[in-house]
């Protein structure tokens, strides 16, 4: 591995960390938030289900791969 | 000073007591068995490092435009919070094991005398495990200097109250000279993730071209729902490990889980 790919790895673990779906996730709600707003409908209520849904799949996701 | 600017600099101090009190541990734990002139250095570079980090990025976020650095940051955070807070839950439900200060400054201590002896002067090891410490736990903290900062162009606060959850938890540890386990670690790190998921929501919906109702003011309505969420979801997981416990227990949400099942 070069230094290049090292540091990128590094650097996706740590902001990223070993949960991607969530990521994504957040990802795909800002993007649906500016869609929305940018119709000029408000946009507010798109991310507060979405990061409550995004935690608690999270949650399960990991509390089941512990168990 | 306004409740945002309060936010960032509550957020950020709690960020910083857990990390550091995490740091000090190591430090304590290969200082006190081989080399303190060598821990003290060890812990002099990552300061420089982490500094440098801070003032080299600082700069280059705040001048983005503050759409772009709301939803870049925005994003970033909430997803560096969402982090936090779904290891905070699953702390305080009891899946995964808590940080306990004392058994890992005696993990580190073992494994500092397995290293061999100290030499005299400059020692190479302790310097090693004091940078590579204070560095790795540091950088979290950069992080939400760095985030949390730029977004209200205020890097200098969050830097300030860093730094001073950094000299206060040295004061104690030099003060107890043993690692700081009564400090409510898994607690503060539960506030630290809901703080950071709801701040990365609110900043990252605006950058997005969503106005919240309310302006600044709906943060007194995100943080609670957030809160009030992560509790639930650490009941219901505490409820379904141990049914009998969760009907008699009842205490702060990140603490008063049972034993965890697995290491970290």
Redesign the interface.
Known sequence: MTRAEAFFRGLWEFVVGDDWWTALGVVIALALTALIADAAIAAWWVMPPAVIGLLALSVRRAARDRL | MSGAEIGLALSVFLACTVEAVEALTIVLAVGATRSWSSAMSGVGAATVVLAAIVAAFGPALTSLPIDQLR?LV???L???G??W??KA??RS?G??AKHDELEIFAEEREAARAAGASRPGFDGYTFTIAFKGVLLEG?EVA?IVLTFGANQHRVALAAAAAGLAVLLVAAAGAAARAPLARVPENTMKFAVGVML?SYG?FW??E???????GGDA?LLA?IP??LA??VA?AWI?RRT?HPAATAEAAGPPAEAAEPA??SA
């Open positions: 939803v925005g994003g970033l909430l997803i560096f969402l982090q807070l779904r839950i699953l439900g899946v995964k950088l992080f998921s929501m990252g919906a950058g997005a071209g969503a106005s919240w109702p709906a995100i729902a957030i969420s992560a979801m997981l490990l099942r697995v």
